[in-house]
């Protein structure tokens, strides 16, 4: 009977193991989890692809995606869900600032370490580090395009200025209008005429521009706070014929026959600002971390950003 037990106790041992080891990662590789916030932007599913080569280097590492599809209770429900397997790391991609601050606060508390990429969360004690790059001197950037433009165009910096916005709420919306608005309000004959809210969405922003074209006669800037939006807006002016009214810049700078990039050489944006997926800084800096038990990431690393006209378009571009 004694035997019997023993036998029973090792055996439960074991499936314990085995167990622990299949919701860590399985076969003892260490388990990175990803909650991206929307699979489903062209700028996101390049920085999937990019995850997927980067951890792909290496082998002891099992590297999951779980996307949230824009929606802030199921990206809460997946990091619950991923804090119940206790990955050796988790990379969070926030939908919105406020509604995934608590969850990401409970990983922490877990014992989990926390990667807030690119967008930044409420509670900046709950992720260990921040990964990004600076939307508000993006937003400069364009900013400043607008005014050489309209300079140009004018002789003087005037002229009426359209914001096609992200997802309301998020960092990267705010920032990205914020600073390029800190340039344009000094210049009070550069006025916006129109503003609406497409979600990061090109068929989104196709809709919404077209509505503000009927009622707009004059735009002579579109400034799409991301690519898809810009490129949405240039389509919706183009079925109306309005297209060559005005000018068209976005942000992102991915490269592909879809990406901004090539948008730039083909005419259709004027100008695109790379917003960098920072995903070869989160491998860099997440390996340290599950590899290195005495490694303390900084709190906050810097992806830098890079203007792309016509005059640099051709050789940044990658098909």
Request: charged share 25%.
């Amino acid at each position: 009977m004694k035997k019997f037990l023993l036998v029973a106790v090792v055996l439960l041992m074991a499936a314990s193991l085995v167990f622990a080891a299949g919701q860590k990662g399985g076969s003892g590789k260490k388990l990175v989890i990803f909650s991206q916030c929307n699979n489903a932007e062209p700028y996101r599913a390049a920085q999937n692809a990019s995850f997927q080569q980067l951890w792909g280097q290496y082998p002891e590492v099992q590297f999951e995606i779980m996307d949230a599809q824009q929606d802030n209770s199921t990206q809460v429900s997946q990091i619950e869900t991923a804090i119940r397997r206790s990955p050796d790391l988790l990379i969070v991609a926030p939908n919105e600032r406020a509604p995934l601050s608590d969850v990401m606060g409970k990983a922490k508390a877990a014992g989990i370490p926390v990667i807030c990429l690119e967008r930044d969360i409420v509670d900046h004690n709950n992720f260990d580090t921040w990964i990004m790059s600076d939307n508000r001197a993006i937003g400069k950037l364009a900013g400043e395009f607008i005014v050489d433009f309209l300079t140009k165009k004018y002789g003087t910096p005037k002229g009426n200025v359209v914001d096609m916005q992200g997802l309301l709420g998020v960092e990267g919306e705010e920032n990205r209008r914020e600073g390029a608005w800190d340039v344009l309000r000094q210049y009070p004959n550069i006025k916006q005429v129109a503003k609406a809210e497409a979600k990061w969405l090109q068929s989104d922003a196709r809709d919404r521009m077209t509505e503000i074209l009927r009622v707009q006669p004059q735009i002579d800037i579109l400034y799409g706070h991301n690519d898809p939006m810009a490129i949405g807006a240039y389509l919706a002016a183009q079925e109306l014929g309005r297209e060559k009214e005005m000018i068209f810049i976005g942000v992102d700078g991915l490269n592909g026959e879809a990406g901004g990039i090539k948008k730039v050489i083909d005419g259709v944006l004027a100008a695109t600002f790379i917003y960098p997926p920072c995903t070869e800084k989160a491998v860099e800096i997440g390996y340290k971390m599950i590899s290195d038990p005495g490694f303390k990431p900084e709190k906050q690393y810097e992806v830098k950003s890079q203007m792309i006209t016509i005059e640099n378009a051709q050789q940044l571009y990658k098909p």
